[in-house]
């Protein structure tokens, strides 16, 4: 999907997909899946970086 969308309210759904991408990291620390964690940490720095540039 394009990036056609910009500006705070983008950016706040991005952060927020982030914050789930943290539960995800938090639920893999728990489980001890080491996939989990790396996975859902990359996705979740790359929705912050995304919401940072499209601010």
Known sequence: MPL???GPVCAVVLIAAAVAQAG???IGIFRGERGMLAG???VG?????TA???W
């Open 40 to 42: 859902s940490a990359v």
């Open 4 to 6: 056609i969308w910009s």
């Open 24 to 26: 995800d990291v938090g």
């Open 45 to 49: 720095a790359a929705h912050v970086v």
């Open 52 to 54: 940072v540039v499209l």
